[in-house]
């Protein structure tokens, strides 16, 4: 047998030689083709979201933001949401519909905005005389609350959850006082919920209209009178300059705003995604409801100073009453039409009932004690 000589030793050795740089660079191009495809896999699910409010409206939108953010850098960029504000969309009040036929993905709104489609929506925004927010926090969360709202929601292909909770609202801007029930008789003011219902059962005239215009329509004299949010929103709003008596509240103690999922959409999530989803919800809307109370709090101790034009007022016991007894007799007709609302009604009547208790016990009682 012929042995190999020195020449053939080095191309056999060149030839390894090449084999081997062939198969380090064919190993190269199939790390770096899987990493392009992990980046194009993570970069490929976007979702769009579409607020109630408009572009760079604080509080609000600021719990959107805070959202998208910490879903985007908890799951590396694997999520993505874009946030379409009603300057673009033009429709402030249409959001449940887009993500109901799933034109957006998520939403961002207040639940009782949707009681001219669904009255049972209302209950997960707020309720008047009803829970204050850490009680209704609780029902939501451990009081059966969050399974009730999904009991609704289901019909319209949504996921809903809590979105923020402004705390206790005050009673609106009217542009005289309200001495009697007599004032209220034609009267026209925006306020949404429940709230809308027991003020028409007084007489007045109710309308919904979105934040965006709500300056506008006071300015115009299209309304007379409006209920926003609390001084946390409604000093910068500039609604003191046409309608000075600011009254205290009573219609909305707890109002949670809500983000909304189209379910197709959520479902079709992997599960890592759905739960970190889910939690950069929850926390985004207590996130809000400490800054809320925060801007609300700072707001109303420059307000004499700042805002002298501003009338505090609060309504008469008269009037009061007039609400509250208005408020029953609508809760009992509605319940006795619909097995659903009277479900629900039961459901927050009974948590309320055993929380009060407690709020009564710690935070009243603390209150009571320590007012300055």
Known sequence: MKQPTHTTKRLAGLGVLVSLLALAACGEKQQAATQEAATVEKQAIVWKLAQTWGTGFPIFGDAVINMADMVKEMSDGELEIRIDSANKHKAALGI????????????HSASYYWKGKDPNTMFFSTMPFGMIAPEQYAWFYYGGGMELMQQVYDKHGVYSFP????????????????????????????????????LAKLGVVVT????????????????????????SLDLNMGF?????????????????????????????????????????????????????????AVNWASIEKEYPEVKIRTFSPEIIAAMKQANQELLTESAAADPVFKEILESQVAYMKMARKWTEISDYAYLKDNLE
């Open 240 to 296: 003191q300059k046409i309608a000075p008596y600011y009254y205290t509240g009573w219609h909305e103690p707890a109002t949670e705003l809500q983000f909304m999922v189209n379910k197709e959409a959520f479902d079709a999530l992997p599960a890592h995604l759905q739960k970190i989803l889910t939690v950069a919800m929850q926390y985004a809307a207590y996130d809000m409801y400490a800054r809320s109370y925060h801007d609300s």
């Open 96 to 107: 449940l519909d887009m993500v109901k036929a799933g034109q957006y993905e998520m939403g």
């Open 163 to 198: 979105g923020g909770n402004t705390g206790n609202q005050m009673g609106g801007w009217f542009r005289k006082e309200i001495n009697t029930l007599d004032d209220f008789d034609g009267l026209k003011m925006r306020v949404p919920g429940f709230a809308g219902e027991i």
């Open 208 to 231: 919904n209209i979105a934040p965006g215009e709500l300056y506008t329509a006071l300015e115009r004299g299209t309304i007379d009178a409006l209920e926003w949010v609390g001084p």
